[in-house]
C-alpha cells in the first residue's frame, strides 16, 4: 500500500511520545514492504522542503501570545496558515496518490487539514494519541452569542468541529476513545491500538542486590517539565519522605525540558524546601540513553494533573523491569494494573504520592516482583510489533 501520514510534528523534531511513535510506525510499515510518505510541518527545519525522510511543508501554528491584543492576532494568523496547509496537504495527496492517509496528529497545523482533503475518495484515518481534538469541540460547542460563534467558525474555516468523522480511527486507550465520545463524536468502528516498544529494547528484570535493598530510593520523572505534568507534587511529596518518614538516600530526578519560568520555580522550590541534594535536573536525553538510564532508578513517577491519553514513559520504563507510580486518570488506567505492577494515585495529591512512595520503600524487596510483572505487562500488551501489525490490518481493512 502507498500510505501518507500527516504530523504536525516529525523526528528529529519532537516534543514528545507523539513523533517518537510516528517514526516508530513509519519504519514498521517501510519493512513490511509498503510505501510510507510523511507530511510534517517545518518547525525545527531549515530546509522546509524535503529533510528526514518527510516533505516538510506544513505550518507550524505556536501559541504564543503576552496579551489579549496578541492572541487575536495569533488566532487570525492561525487561521490562514490552517487555510494554506489544507491547499498543501490536498496537493501532495493528488501528487502522491496514496490509498490511504493517517492523520497522525494535526493538533499544530489545524484541524483545517481535515476539511480540505475529506470530500478526496480516499480513506482518511484518525490517529489519536490525546485530548486536543476533543477539548476542541468541547470548547466549540460551549454556548456563546452568535457572534463568538461565527468567529470560531471562521477560524475553521467556517468548518463545524462537529463535522469531522471519526467512525474510521484509532485511539491509543479506551479512556481517550471514551473521552471523545462523551463530547458528543461518534465512535463506532474505531478501534483501540495501544503504543509499544519494540521486542528488542525490552530489557531483563533488574537484579535487586543486599546493598540495593539497605539503600533509599531512587526516583525518576520522564517527560515535559510543564505545570500540567504535576512536577511541584512530586517535589512536594519528597519533602514530605524525608521531613516526615527520614527515609535515607532518596533522590527525585527529572528528565526533560519545559518551560523555563516553571523549572525556575522548581528549582526555587526544591532549594525553599532544603532539595538541593535531592532533586536532580537532568534536562534532555536522547531516546537510546534514556533507555540505557532506566536501570539506575527504582520507579518512574507520572504525576499529572491533566488528562493523558496514553503514558509513553510508563511503558518505556516497565519494559525496563521498573515500577511505575501514575496519577489515576486517563490512559494510565490502561497501563497499571494496581499493586501487580506499579500503582495509580489520586492527581494532585502530594500526600498520596508520598504514602505510596514510602509504602514502595518499606516494601522494596518486592521491586524484583513488581519488575518482572512490569516487563510481563509490556511482551502481553505493549509492543512495536504488535502495535504496526493492528495498524496494517486496520488501514487494509479501511482500503477494501
Known amino acids: 500500500m502507498r500510505i501518507l501520514m500527516i504530523s504536525d510534528l516529525y523526528p528529529p523534531y519532537i516534543k514528545g511520545g507523539y513523533e517518537l511513535m510516528c517514526e516508530k510506525m513509519v519504519l514498521g510499515l517501510n519493512q513490511k514492504g509498503h510505501d510510507v510518505s510523511v507530511l510534517a510541518s517545518s518547525y525545527g527545519s531549515s530546509r522546509p522542503s524535503f529533510l528526514h525522510a518527510a516533505h516538510r511543508k506544513l505550518h507550524y501554528l505556536e501559541e504564543k501570545?503576552?496579551?489579549?491584543?496578541?492572541?487575536?492576532?495569533?488566532?487570525?494568523?492561525?487561521?490562514?496558515?490552517?487555510?494554506?496547509?489544507?491547499?498543501?496537504?490536498?496537493?501532495?495527496?493528488?501528487?502522491l496518490s496514496p490509498d490511504a492517509v493517517l492523520l497522525w496528529n494535526l493538533e499544530g497545523v489545524s484541524s483545517q487539514v481535515y476539511f480540505g482533503i475529506s470530500d478526496l475518495d480516499i480513506p482518511l484515518v484518525w490517529v489519536l494519541g490525546s485530548h486536543w481534538l476533543a477539548h476542541d469541540k468541547a470548547e466549540f460547542d460551549e454556548p456563546v452569542s452568535f457572534l463568538k460563534?461565527?468567529?470560531?467558525?471562521?477560524?475553521?474555516?467556517?468548518?463545524?468541529?462537529?463535522?469531522?468523522?471519526?467512525?474510521?480511527?484509532?485511539?491509543?486507550?479506551?479512556?481517550?476513545?471514551?473521552?471523545?465520545?462523551?463530547?458528543?463524536?461518534?465512535?463506532?468502528?474505531?478501534?483501540?491500538?495501544?503504543?509499544?516498544?519494540?521486542?528488542?529494547?525490552?530489557?531483563?528484570?533488574?537484579?535487586i542486590e543486599d546493598d540495593d535493598i539497605a539503600r533509599g530510593l531512587q526516583i525518576v520523572y520522564v517527560g515535559r517539565i510543564e505545570p500540567e505534568k504535576g512536577i511541584d507534587i512530586a517535589v512536594e511529596a519528597l519533602h514530605i519522605i524525608l521531613e516526615e518518614y527520614h527515609i535515607p538516600d532518596v533522590s527525585l530526578t527529572l528528565v526533560g525540558i519545559g518551560e523555563p519560568?516553571?523549572?525556575?520555580?522548581?528549582?526555587?522550590?526544591?532549594?525553599?524546601?532544603?532539595?538541593?541534594?535531592?532533586?536532580?535536573?537532568?534536562?534532555?536525553?536522547?531516546?537510546?540513553?534514556?533507555?540505557?538510564?532506566?536501570?539506575?532508578?527504582?520507579?518512574?513517577?507520572?504525576?499529572?494533573?491533566?488528562?493523558?491519553?496514553?503514558?509513553?514513559?510508563?511503558?518505556?520504563?516497565?519494559?525496563?523491569?521498573?515500577?511505575?507510580?501514575?496519577?489515576?486518570?486517563?490512559?494510565?488506567?490502561?497501563?497499571?494494573?494496581?499493586?501487580?505492577?506499579?500503582?495509580?494515585?489520586?492527581?494532585?495529591?502530594?500526600?498520596?504520592?508520598?504514602?505510596?512512595?514510602?509504602?514502595?520503600?518499606?516494601?522494596?524487596?518486592?521491586?524484583?516482583?513488581?519488575?518482572?510483572?512490569?516487563?510481563?505487562?509490556?511482551?502481553?500488551?505493549?509492543?512495536?510489533?504488535?502495535?504496526?501489525?493492528?495498524?496494517?490490518?486496520?488501514?487494509e481493512a479501511a482500503v477494501a
Not at 477560524?155 to 471523545?180: D, P, T, W
Not at 531516546?287 to 532508578?297: G, T, V
Not at 505487562?377 to 488501514?395: L, S
Open 261 to 395: 519560568e516553571y523549572i525556575s520555580a522548581l528549582e526555587q522550590s526544591a532549594s525553599q524546601k532544603g532539595l538541593n541534594d535531592s532533586v536532580i535536573f537532568a534536562g534532555f536525553l536522547e531516546h537510546d540513553q534514556l533507555m540505557d538510564k532506566y536501570a539506575e532508578y527504582d520507579v518512574l513517577i507520572l504525576p499529572t494533573l491533566q488528562f493523558e491519553g496514553f503514558g509513553l514513559t510508563l511503558i518505556e520504563a516497565m519494559s525496563q523491569g521498573l515500577p511505575v507510580i501514575a496519577s489515576d486518570i486517563g490512559g494510565p488506567k490502561d497501563i497499571v494494573e494496581h499493586g501487580k505492577n506499579g500503582y495509580l494515585v489520586t492527581p494532585g495529591d502530594a500526600g498520596a504520592l508520598a504514602g505510596q512512595l514510602l509504602a514502595l520503600w518499606e516494601e522494596r524487596h518486592k521491586l524484583p516482583e513488581l519488575g518482572k510483572a512490569a516487563i510481563d505487562t509490556i511482551r502481553e500488551k505493549f509492543t512495536a510489533e504488535q502495535m504496526i501489525n493492528n495498524y496494517e490490518d486496520f488501514i
Open 65 to 95: 501570545y503576552r496579551n489579549p491584543f496578541q492572541r487575536r492576532f495569533m488566532q487570525l494568523q492561525h487561521a490562514y496558515l490552517g487555510c494554506r496547509n489544507s491547499v498543501i496537504a490536498r496537493r501532495l495527496i493528488e501528487e
Open 149 to 207: 460563534r461565527y468567529y470560531r467558525l471562521g477560524m475553521l474555516g467556517f468548518n463545524a468541529l462537529n463535522e469531522i468523522r471519526l467512525e474510521q480511527s484509532i485511539f491509543v486507550s479506551h479512556s481517550l476513545a471514551q473521552s471523545y465520545k462523551k463530547v458528543g463524536f461518534e465512535i463506532e468502528g474505531s478501534v483501540i491500538i495501544p503504543n509499544g516498544v519494540q521486542e528488542s529494547q525490552i530489557g531483563a528484570r533488574k537484579e
